[in-house]
């Protein structure tokens, strides 16, 4: 796969680059990221040191990144900035705002590689997404069921985003699905206690990871964290859900992990971190890493291969673009 999507990248760029013969290049790559974002800028920064700092990688070019951010959901400010940087000449943009879809217009207008890094429902056709599309995330999601041994559950979802992530397992007949909603607000009793009364003891979590520690907690006081239940968690961040509280109560949790905590690359890159940021705010201290910051790091990395095998054969230069042109 990784193959595949760093040829597709190698093949946009050829679009948009000069023979710039004899010249060591400086090949500028684009973010827009959601304010604040200080952890995947500096996420952002580091794939890009790193990169520079692997001669093996880019012989001839270096890259430098150009970062703007955009308030949340303002497509326009995110539509205006990908343009503006398209027009100082960008080999790719990364979007990493919630709002993608308006920088993915831009670059889809002018056949720029996108790179993305969140979950997406859809796929748009000028992107490179790391994030798993949701039919892998759904078949791997009814593989677990299956494996488990699950038939009768209760789905916990707190979003419609979730809710198309779970879609696929409502409409299996292997599985009889009871969807209960996440109230809002910080007091899930109730629905925990009817989820109790209902007798069912398999109980799948489609919520954000910043609400699982206090979902499960209020389990717990109802009586619902006990060896009888059992949970599955859609989240791929559970690693960084503190679960020492649960520890003891004999419930078996499951959950699926995109990144491997034990490799070594990913464990430098964490030291790395922790040392180089720790004056300056403690970001990373002691954190441990999401799933997304991980794949902006893999996002910056896969860009590099691809342009590394161009470099291999032609200095790069990235011609600036016009947004309002008719291509
Ligand atoms: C929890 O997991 C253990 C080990 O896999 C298993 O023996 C036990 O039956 C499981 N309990 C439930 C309620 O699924
Ligand atoms: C995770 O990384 C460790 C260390 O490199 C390796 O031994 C292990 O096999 C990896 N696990 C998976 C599931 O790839
Ligand atoms: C972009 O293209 C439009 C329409 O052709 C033109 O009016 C505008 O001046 C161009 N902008 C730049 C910065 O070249």
Known sequence: MMALQSTLISCWLLLHINDAAGKSDIVR?????DEP??????????AIEAINGNRKL???SRLSAIIETVKPGDSMAAYKKACAMLQTGVAAIFAGSTDGGSVQTACDHLEVPLLMA???NRRPPFAINLHPPPSTLAAAYRSVLQALGWQDLVVVCDSSEGL???????KDDAFRVTLRDLPRGLDYRELLKAIKLSGIVHILLEVHRSKIHSLLKQAQQIGLMTAYHHYFITSLDLHTVDLEDFKYSGTNTT???LINLSDGTLQQILRDWSADLDDSGNIFGGEIVSTELALVYDAVQLFARALSDLDKTRAIEVLPLNCSKEQ
């Open 29 to 33: 790559i684009g973010a827009i990221f």
């Open 255 to 257: 959950a699926l992990r």
């Open 37 to 46: 974002s200080l952890r995947e800028e500096q996420v952002f920064r580091a």
């Open 58 to 60: 880019l012989a001839h």
């Open 118 to 120: 969140r979950w997406q």
């Open 164 to 170: 198309l992530r779970v879609k696929e397992l409502l």
